[in-house]
């Protein structure tokens, strides 16, 4: 029995065929290119790995601490701001700076009642299509995460935070992280498509995560340090490598011969760029290593939720289309993927500071 879990439906042939089937094929491939096209040039304009956070921390019982970190790339930064509403005033001058990979803002606000209701809006997300991980805390300590985009850039909070603990708080924030993290997805996309059956499909994401768990781990306890940018950029040539090894399609290649190996290489650099989400994020001094794992634990539900969802939208292609199988959707992943990395990759060696 074969255990791949694509279709085993062989492309059909044009050789044969009525002209009008051959047409129809012909203009379905370049409706796919052009979305194709369309998609990717989308997905590299939105892209950094690294979404935007908000912070707000309530520091007594009508003023709150906000810090506001934007990813920045070479001195460019997104155009984002945040304001809140008519009932909470600035009780502080802002102060601005960079850091080597984030433009920070922090300041004061102060308004009655603190945190509960307070309206919460993201100014510029309609031109950036950007992610904002909001994070609010409470006197108490409690915590209440959302992230924020160009389809909801409004949020009111809760009158009350819920008490969930670290453990939940943070599990959501590393969900949010992966199904908003578009290079990370794009590899993992890469990883089912060299990976021939479901087995080693389950070979393939595990080594993947156990490498990018350890790195990350190291990462966030200041055992190991490596700068952003060139780690960004490594993670889109990694992209880059996979998606030439699709195209190739040959089966004594590195990556469709070891799969294992190549993920969990490539997931030791992914794992340092969960480590700087977290760190812009924080972590709680109390509950440190719990929040550390929650995270881990939350991207890793993400990550399985993401090839559940594209393995079943693959296989229900091949039983709807017949013609669309592994083989034939080949070209349209690598190519996809491709396109995009490509820019990601030159985008980011463009930050590289000069003489480096």
């Given at each position: 029995?074969?255990?791949?879990?694509?279709?085993?439906?062989?492309?059909?042939?044009l050789?044969?065929?009525?002209?009008?089937?051959?047409?129809?094929?012909?203009?379905?491939?370049?409706?796919?290119?052009v979305?194709?096209?369309?998609?990717?040039?989308?997905l590299?304009?939105?892209?950094?790995?690294?979404?935007?956070?908000?912070?707000?921390?309530?520091?007594?019982?009508?003023?709150?601490?906000?810090?506001?970190?934007?990813?920045?790339?070479?001195?460019?930064?997104?155009?984002?701001?945040?304001?809140?509403?008519?009932?909470?005033k600035?009780?502080?001058?802002?102060?601005?700076?960079f850091t080597?990979?984030?433009?920070?803002?922090?300041?004061?606000?102060?308004?009655?009642?603190?945190?509960?209701?307070?309206?919460?809006?993201?100014d510029?997300?309609?031109?950036?299509?950007?992610?904002?991980?909001?994070?609010?805390?409470?006197?108490?300590?409690?915590?209440?995460?959302?992230?924020?985009?160009?389809?909801?850039?409004?949020?009111?909070?809760?009158?009350?935070l819920?008490?969930?603990?670290?453990?939940?708080?943070?599990?959501?924030?590393?969900?949010?992280?992966?199904?908003?993290?578009l290079?990370?997805?794009?590899?993992?996309?890469?990883?089912?498509?060299?990976?021939?059956?479901?087995?080693?499909?389950?070979?393939?994401?595990?080594?993947?995560?156990?490498?990018?768990?350890?790195?990350?781990?190291?990462?966030?306890?200041?055992?190991?340090?490596?700068?952003?940018?060139?780690?960004?950029?490594?993670?889109?040539?990694?992209?880059?490598?996979?998606?030439?090894?699709?195209?190739?399609?040959?089966?004594?290649?590195?990556?469709?011969?070891?799969?294992?190996?190549?993920?969990?290489?490539?997931?030791?650099?992914?794992?340092?760029?969960?480590?700087?989400?977290?760190?812009?994020?924080?972590?709680?001094?109390?509950?440190?290593?719990?929040?550390?794992?929650a995270?881990?634990?939350?991207?890793?539900?993400?990550?399985?939720?993401?090839?559940?969802?594209?393995?079943?939208?693959?296989?229900?292609?091949?039983?709807?289309?017949?013609?669309?199988?592994?083989?034939?959707?080949?070209?349209?992943?690598?190519?996809?993927?491709?396109?995009?990395?490509?820019?990601?990759?030159?985008?980011?060696?463009?930050?590289?500071?000069?003489?480096?």
């Open positions: 029995m074969n255990s791949s879990y694509w279709s085993s439906t062989e492309v059909v042939h050789k044969g065929m009525p002209n009008d089937f051959a047409k129809s094929k012909a203009l379905v491939s370049f409706i796919w290119l979305a194709l096209t369309l998609i990717s040039a989308s590299a304009q939105a892209d950094d790995m690294r979404p935007t956070s908000l912070t707000i921390q309530a520091t007594d019982e009508t003023t709150s601490e906000v810090i506001f970190k934007v990813p920045a790339a070479g001195g460019r930064v997104i155009n984002l701001g945040v304001a809140f509403g008519s009932d909470t600035n009780v502080s001058v802002k102060n601005n700076y080597a990979d984030a433009y920070v803002q922090t300041w004061n606000i102060s308004r009655e009642g603190s945190l509960a209701g307070l309206e919460i809006s993201i510029g997300l309609e031109r950036n299509s950007a992610d904002v991980l909001l994070r609010a805390v409470d006197l108490e300590g409690n915590t209440q995460t959302k992230v924020l985009n160009v389809e909801q850039p409004d949020y009111v909070l809760p009158s009350q819920s008490a969930q603990g670290a453990f939940v708080t943070y599990v959501k924030i590393g969900i949010d992280h992966i199904l908003v993290g290079d990370h997805l794009l590899f993992v996309s890469c990883l089912i498509f060299i990976s021939a059956t479901r087995r080693k499909l389950l070979q393939t994401i595990t080594g993947f995560t156990v490498a990018h768990s350890i790195t990350l781990i190291l990462a966030t306890t200041g055992q190991l340090d490596l700068p952003i940018v060139p780690v960004e950029a490594v993670i889109a040539l990694s992209i880059v490598f996979l998606a030439w090894e699709i195209a190739k399609d040959k089966r004594d290649s590195l990556s469709l011969k070891h799969p294992v190996l190549v993920s969990s290489s490539f997931g030791l650099l992914h794992g340092f760029g969960f480590a700087t989400v977290l760190s812009d994020i924080g972590l709680p001094q109390d509950d440190k290593f719990v929040a550390l794992a995270f881990n634990v939350g991207v890793e539900i993400g990550q399985l939720m993401f090839v559940g969802v594209a393995c079943s939208l693959f296989i229900l292609l091949g039983k709807v289309y017949q013609c669309c199988n592994k083989q034939s959707l080949r070209l349209y992943v690598s190519y996809g993927c491709g396109v995009v990395a490509m820019f990601w990759l030159f985008e980011r060696l463009s930050a590289f500071p000069v003489g480096v």
